[in-house]
């Protein structure tokens, strides 16, 4: 529900006051769908509040439900296309005045998520417009854009940063709000009210290997050799969230053959008792009929198994289909163009 502010529109009230004298003006029936979405605690302040109203003015109805009417567009505005966005179309309704008054007011609760402008921006543009920050920065902007459009972005930046930005990516874990602040003054002058005050977390290893599943093969494995030297581990811990055994329905007929054929048998029997019905399909798909009836026969005989040996044999798999990949004995394919089979 919306947040009044206490202003002159509507008498002096109180934003508790205020809220109070919409839920008389809706009715009851509409107030209690409200209610169920309300907190207990502001659900008896209401009801306080609304007990003690003896009458409401048809002025102060009116006054209160355009208030009502401009936040819940202001807050639809910022749906759509962020604080920048909802401002220009307040300001053409309302004035810059009134915009700004229902803007602060909102901007005081809502969460807005750091560089929200980025998100909605060209990759091209938001490239250039941070292609000359330090790798910490540029680390920072990708961790809070979407996986695609941080993969494009960091396909485009020069080999040297490539691997640096990544490192950063994955190591990230909560950055200071003032920090946060700077950065999108420097760079964009656009949301410096809407961050929270509590530390922000952003970036991670799932963050690079998102980021990293969306670029062209080549930029994968200049940043992954380049993270091999400077931190083995961590290009390690990359690798195996890069692909799991479920993503073997991804890979085609003829790689599966060979993956077939380079897996020790009761690894991949292993492997499938925790696998879904498709992983399955199509394993067998790519076996011989009588081979398919045996893996089927001796997993049946195999009895209770330990998820963790499951998972281990599955991750021993994937390590065998990585070899074979960074080999070129197999294909992946990826977000980037290198990866086109003709």
């Not at 602060?104 to 250039?128: E, M, Y």
């Not at 420097?186 to 977390?201: C, G, I, N």
């Not at 007929?253 to 199509?282: P, W, Y």
């Amino acid at each position: 529900m919306p947040r009044f502010g206490s202003s002159n529109q509507g008498g002096g009230l109180s934003g508790r006051q205020k809220a109070a004298h919409l839920l008389i003006s809706l009715g009851p029936d509409i107030s209690a769908q409200i209610f169920k979405y309300l907190r207990e605690e502001e659900i008896e302040q209401l009801t306080l509040e609304i007990a003690n109203v003896r009458k409401v003015d048809t002025t102060e109805r009116e006054n209160i439900l355009s208030e009502f009417h401009q936040i819940a567009l202001a807050q639809e505005y910022i749906s759509q296309g962020g604080i920048a966005y909802a401002k220009e179309i307040l300001e053409k309704a309302l004035g810059e005045d009134k915009a700004s008054d229902i803007l602060g007011r909102l901007t005081a609760h809502l969460q807005v998520k750091p560089f929200d402008f980025a998100r909605k921006a060209d990759p091209a543009q938001i490239l250039n417009f941070i292609q000359n920050e330090n790798p910490q920065t540029i680390a920072l902007v990708l961790s809070y854009l979407s996986s695609e459009q941080a993969a494009l972005i960091l396909s485009a930046l020069s080999t040297e940063k490539q691997a640096e930005v990544a490192k950063r990516i994955a190591l990230m874990d909560r950055t200071s709000p003032d920090v946060i602040h700077q950065i999108e003054r420097v760079l964009e002058h656009k949301l410096s009210s809407t961050v929270t005050q509590d530390y922000t977390s952003a970036g991670g290893v799932e963050a690079i290997v998102q980021i990293l599943n969306g670029v062209d093969r080549g930029t994968e494995r200049t940043i992954l050799d380049a993270l091999e030297m400077q931190d083995p581990e961590l290009a390690e811990e990359i690798k195996k969230r890069m692909f799991v055994f479920e993503d073997i329905t991804n890979i085609d007929n003829r790689a599966i053959q060979r993956i077939i054929r380079d897996v020790d048998s009761a690894d991949m029997q292993l492997a499938l008792r925790g696998s879904s019905e498709e992983v399955k399909e199509v394993i067998y798909r790519n076996m011989s009929k009588r081979m398919a009836e045996t893996f089927k026969e001796d997993m049946g005989a195999m009895g209770p198994v330990r998820l963790k040996d499951v998972e281990e044999a599955q991750q021993r798999i994937v390590t065998i289909i990585r070899r074979l990949e960074e080999a070129g004995e197999i294909i992946i394919a990826r977000g980037g163009g290198d990866d086109v089979i003709v």
